[in-house]
């Protein structure tokens, strides 16, 4: 099937029942993906799926449908259902497709395909899962049980059509594995956590490598206790400091700063950190898992740096708050078929400075390295986070004995302030969101 | 006393209407010849079991923002995913085509995990009546999307009346009718419509100094559209916007052990994560909890006996049947501080020599069904709320709460509060900011000291996600008391 004809096939059906406006967002997927456990197939998955949202806009109002049903029926009842739930929907003059203006020419991404994942043989899966929990379980004889360990891969294709201009569609691959160990001694459990998610096989960490590197986090978390309560310096490693910065992304979200929901609202092209903090969103970073040639609803995408040399320059935005806040449209729409267009970060990261985590931690004397935090982040409109926090203590700038039970405490614009080191370890580890090894200065730790 | 004056609670089965009030049954999902076709098919290459999963799922949902709906959105998703157990090896395909060559497709792609080559049989199956846990006279689909935007401006305009400080309403609403059908190899054919509705509202307020706060609240359940009547959206947009004004103010948290007093209701998120999750059967199977192994072992107080009820009238959590088609059931987890069970799905209680608790739920079609919770609460005890507040010299009284998160190998959960007051000489005083509770399961459910003889709400808007399926659940805790509790702060000292 053409699903680029399809897409604007329905547009155009959609402009006929009486959409001043319409947009097609279609997506289509194939997927596998296989766990291991004991040395067997614990299970495995293969799928096809594909959807189409249509949003549409009658008389100043707007209205949404989506279908998994492609069947002519299915698609007749798609646009009545948008043109009719328009109808519930108030007015407003800023409601609108992005224009021809907003569309503009796409820049160059790069390769996001790569054959060798879309011909993955179906048994590389189960052999590179197999690997890397033989490998995981050889690390250590404390390493009792895996929570799971497994690889997957999709294929997606995005087509979408408007009735403003809009024509275009890409194709992606995606090849993940990842390993879930636990660790056991003297009674306590505790699990270990490695993955790695790239568009190209080639850049995929070894199977043997993910393994060990999971099994050498559960280890080295075992005898973990709680420790004083006390302000100390902290170190986030690359993956929590990675969901730190989603939170200043969160806070930088066009929607919230218009709502001033936010905490960031108050200070653009203020200086809220160190001149060695710049934290970017690229949708064309090459090879970047969220790299695209346009966003959610056609927009080209581009490199927005949020905070430079330290610096509040940008917020995100999709085209309808843009208008709405009389802002650039910065590419930066997200979603799915099934949902309107929303804000979101697409490959985001912080830039890595010069120094080695090693070097980091050995400056540090005595402070807290945490490896895991749990809770849900910073709450974007107060700017405060308080997390669960799990890790290892830094004594004479050597790593010691494992921490949990604790949290960390503080506020994101003082975090910002305190940031006073960053490793050059830069990874997206997991996902499109990458950060190196980060320092601040002190934190709250709340323990005994 | 400040709590969260959920507008919803919780329904006895005497409310049940009787059958005879029941929607007529609607035509199957997938012709039952089909079915057992799929059902051969999958099971051609010498598998243990078979099944056929079908969803197809209609949601509406309508946006408010800035006094203005922004947006009316519906949808549907439909699909067959067809599992094909072979030892402890599972296979599964998936597609949201519905025509019969996708669908022999999918079952012959699961039926792989299986090497063997016999020959296709015969699996027949037969309907199995449902029990009733909701009753839904007029499906929340075929209610107008005008009627629904108007519980989303009036809870605007409650909102904006509540306090001069409000500075910003965001409203949701969503509801789903969900249409499932389970057939197996056992021979077991049943299907169900589930329906559910959720009102949520999200309030700014702003005090002196810029400074911002949040609040939340949401109501909603598997109930009819009549619901807004006895619960009106101002109650849920009133609920947002105290708390939103309450923490305008508040002072830095003390960090380190506390005593805390949790308001009722919706704090039953700490039960959710600290003992919930490490009782299902795949962590205990796998050994990954640290509640494996422990059966008739002493893990909580005396005080605490935890039931998860997947049977309540009307609440979010509530099943019917589960994803794999067996009956929901109300199981005691711990009774008096001894653990009594796990919460099985069909495989887990296979490999385990156990029988499935009616747990198995999944997200959708496109996902495996795993041990899950429904609405899990603890049972009241004897103290009067008022009595344990007033027992506390020093301490923290957690009013409302964010979400919470747990490690099921370590036990360590997280429970965010997002309005909290200092307890001086029993009395509630100045609102803190930016707290978190953390403990250990186990330890925190030994810590237990108080437990409350007053309801407990479930305001019906949680959702539990784990292994990346989100699923609807229910939670409940009357008020507690729990000693040297680890909270999280900005306060030294």
């Not at chain 1, 949902?339 to 540090?364: A, C, D, H, Q």
């Not at chain 1, 799990?390 to 039970?405: K, M, P, R, S, Y």
């Not at chain 2, 385990?352 to 069904?369: K, V, Y």
Request: hydrophobic share 40%; proline share 5%; with cysteine.
């Amino acid at each position: 099937m053409d699903y680029q004809k399809l897409a604007k096939r329905i547009v155009q059906r959609a402009e006929k029942k009486g959409a001043r406006q319409a947009e097609a967002f279609l997506e289509v997927g194939r997927q596998s993906n296989v766990r291991v456990r004991d040395g067997q197939i614990e299970d495995l998955t293969q799928s096809t799926s594909k959807g189409v949202g249509l949003r549409v806009v009658v008389k100043d109002r707007l209205g949404f449908a989506f279908t998994s049903d492609f069947e002519p029926a299915g698609l007749e009842r798609l646009v009545d259902q948008a043109v009719k739930l328009a109808e519930a929907a108030a007015p407003s003059k800023l409601n609108g497709l992005p224009g021809q203006k907003d569309l503009g020419r796409y820049a160059d991404t790069g390769d996001l395909f790569d054959p060798a994942v879309a011909n993955l043989p179906g048994d590389w899966k189960v052999k590179a899962a197999l690997e890397a929990e033989k490998a995981g379980r050889e690390v250590d004889p404390r390493i009792a049980t895996f929570n799971a360990v497994g690889a997957g891969d999709f294929v997606s294709e995005v087509y979408v059509a408007s009735s403003e201009g809009m024509s275009g569609g890409y194709s992606g691959t995606y090849v993940y594995l990842y390993a879930m160990p636990v660790a056991s001694e003297a009674g306590q459990l505790q699990k270990g956590y490695w993955l790695d998610y790239k568009r190209f096989l080639a850049d995929l960490e070894a199977p043997e490598s993910i393994g060990r590197e999971a099994s050498r986090r559960a280890v080295r978390m075992l005898g973990a206790k709680r420790v004083k309560t006390q302000q100390v310096p902290v170190l986030f490693d690359p993956l929590v400091a990675a969901s730190f910065i989603s939170g200043i992304a969160d806070a930088a979200d066009g929607n919230s700063v218009y709502q001033k929901a936010s905490v960031l609202a108050a200070h653009q092209g203020k200086r809220l950190a160190g001149a060695h903090v710049t934290l970017v969103d690229d949708g064309l970073l090459p090879r970047g898992l969220s790299t695209a040639p346009f966003d959610g609803e056609g927009v080209p995408t581009r490199r927005t740096p949020i905070l430079e040399k330290g610096v509040l320059r940008n917020f995100l935005y999709d085209a309808y708050t843009a208008r709405k806040a009389k802002a650039r449209p910065t590419g930066n729409a997200t979603r799915g078929y099934s949902s309107l267009p929303g804000i979101g970060t697409s490959n985001l990261y912080l830039e890595p400075g010069t120094k080695s985590p090693e070097e980091l931690i050995r400056e540090t004397g005595r402070g807290f390295y945490v490896t895991s935090l749990l809770g849900h982040g910073a709450d974007p409109v107060s700017g405060e986070l308080s997390a669960g926090a799990n890790g290892l203590w830094i004594e004479d700038g050597e790593l010691t004995h494992a921490v949990q039970e604790v949290t960390v405490a503080g506020n994101l614009l003082t975090m910002l302030q305190d940031l006073d080191g960053v490793a050059s370890d830069l990874q997206f580890r997991g996902g499109s969101t990458g950060a190196p090894t980060v320092r601040f200065r002190q934190l709250t730790l709340s323990g005994e | 006393m400040p709590r969260a004056s959920a507008p919803t609670r919780r329904a006895t089965s005497s409310q049940l209407a009787p059958l005879a009030a029941r929607r007529p049954t609607p035509a199957p999902l997938l012709p039952q010849p089909l079915l057992e076709r799929l059902l051969a098919v999958a099971m051609a290459r010498g598998g243990d079991f078979a099944e056929v999963y079908v969803e197809r799922t209609q949601t509406t949902s309508v946006s408010l923002e800035e006094s203005r709906i922004k947006s009316a959105q519906t949808g549907l998703v439909q699909g067959v995913g067809v599992r094909v157990i072979s030892g402890a090896k599972v296979g599964y395909a998936y597609s949201d085509d519905w025509d019969e060559p996708a669908l022999l497709r999918a079952a012959s792609t699961a039926a792989m995990i299986a090497q063997g080559t016999g020959a296709e049989r015969a699996f027949p199956v037969s309907r199995v009546a449902v029990p009733s846990h909701f009753r839904i006279p007029a499906s929340l689909a075929d209610v107008e999307v005008a009627q629904k935007a108007a519980l989303l401006t009036r809870a605007d305009e409650a909102a904006r009346a509540f306090d001069s400080r409000v500075t910003q309403v965001n409203g949701a609403y969503v509801d789903n009718t969900r249409r499932i059908a389970v057939a197996n190899t056992e021979g077991r054919y049943t299907e169900d419509t589930l329906e559910m509705c959720r009102l949520f509202v999200q309030v700014v307020a702003q005090g002196k100094r810029n400074e911002r706060r949040m609040g939340q609240f949401g109501s909603g359940g598997r109930v009819p559209f009549t619901h807004w009547l006895t619960f009106p959206p101002e109650d849920v947009a009133r609920e947002a916007a105290r708390q939103a004004v309450a923490t305008l103010g508040a002072v830095d948290c003390a960090a380190g052990p506390q005593t805390v007093v949790l308001a009722p209701g919706w704090s039953g998120i700490l039960l959710h994560e600290a003992v919930g999750h490490g009782l299902e059967a795949d962590f205990i199977r796998k050994g990954t909890s640290l509640f494996a192994g422990k059966v008739g072992e002493k893990v909580a107080s005396d005080l605490v006996t935890v039931i998860d009820d997947g049977t309540v009238a009307g609440n979010r959590g509530t099943l019917n049947i589960d994803d794999e088609g067996n009956a929901a059931e109300r199981k005691v987890l711990i009774e008096n501080g001894v653990l009594k069970g796990y919460l099985y799905d069909g495989l887990n209680a296979k490999l385990m020599g156990q029988r499935s608790t009616g747990s198995g739920r999944r997200e959708s079609f496109r996902h495996l069904p795993m041990p899950r919770m429904t609405n899990t609460f603890l049972a009241p005890g004897n103290h009067h709320p008022e009595d344990i507040l007033k027992e506390v010299k020093r301490g923290l009284y957690c009013a409302t709460f964010g979400g919470g998160q747990v490690d099921i190998s370590n036990g360590n959960f997280v429970f965010e509060v997002s309005e909290a007051y200092q307890i001086e000489d029993g009395k509630l005083g100045r609102p803190v900011k930016n707290a978190i509770l953390i403990g250990v399961g186990p330890e925190a459910l030994k810590n237990v000291s108080r437990v409350g003889c007053d309801p407990m709400p479930d305001p019906g808007m949680g959702t539990c996600g784990k292994n990346g399926q989100n699923v609807p659940v229910g939670v409940g805790l009357p008020t507690v008391r729990i000693d040297n509790v680890t909270v999280g702060g900005t306060q030294v000292g």
